[in-house]
């Protein structure tokens, strides 16, 4: 099975949870869409873990890209690894001390996107067309894919085929509680993934205390609560 989620924002233990909830086994895949660090007390560890799971696709969320121009702006200014590795362990005011090169290394490796046969994976919003087609997304900035601000909206349904997932804004924010959020196309009925266009995956764990996943091969989302 193939479970998509997003914005884990350091809840390590909400994570571990979720993962046992859905019975999570080496046979499946796991989709995480950007914003592991940041705002809960855990980010490297569970940063850590994901990159530690060999079934797992990371993409980079706003969070990653920002702590990654932090360390591009500091390489810049010295050649004291050790210093910056000191800086970047306090960037993660929690458990910064448990961060090590192949973590950065990892970080800065992560992809800002992912395609599969019927859906897309992205952060915060894909490039649209005038029409509401997808436009390549290779061509897409980083910027464009973690930063976006209008995907997220109600009326902004992408045409193509595929389904596409995506975090970045909390569920609260945008008035659809703490569930996930799915658009089902017109005249579809929900069973297969392109039924949707678009599947908001932000229930905002870190504030909410909320963590989803959407499961692909049947539609179900799972929640845990803290
Ligand atoms: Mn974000």
Redesign the pocket.
């Known amino acids: 099975m193939t479970y998509i989620l997003s914005?884990i924002h350091g809840e390590y233990e909400l994570f571990c949870r979720l993962m046992e909830k859905v019975k999570f086994s080496d046979e499946d895949t796991l989709i995480s869409c950007?914003?592991m660090i940041e705002k809960g007390k855990h980010s490297v560890l569970l940063a850590k873990l994901l990159f530690s799971m060999k079934n797992a696709v990371l993409l980079a969320?706003?969070?990653e890209y920002d702590f990654l121009k932090y360390y591009w702006s500091l390489m810049r200014q010295t050649d004291d690894y050790d210093f910056v590795l000191r800086k970047l362990q306090e960037y993660f005011p929690d458990d910064g001390a448990l961060l090590d090169w192949e973590t950065v290394d990892r970080m800065e490796a992560l992809p800002y996107f992912y395609e599969a046969e019927d859906f897309i994976c992205v952060?915060?919003g894909v490039p649209l067309d005038g029409e509401g087609r997808i436009l390549p997304l290779k061509d897409a900035s980083p910027e464009q894919l973690?930063y976006d601000r209008s995907f997220k909206d109600q009326n902004v349904l992408p045409k193509d085929g595929e389904c596409v997932f995506f975090?970045?804004t909390t569920s609260m924010s945008l008035g659809t509680g703490t569930q996930i959020t799915c658009y089902l196309r017109e005249g579809k009925r929900g069973y297969h993934v392109r039924d949707y266009y678009k599947v908001h995956l932000d229930t905002g764990a870190w504030m909410s205390g909320v963590l989803g996943c959407f499961r692909v091969e049947d539609c179900r989302s799972f929640y845990v609560e803290k």
Do not use: F, R
């Open positions: 914005d950007g914003d969320g706003n969070h952060h915060a973690v975090g970045h």
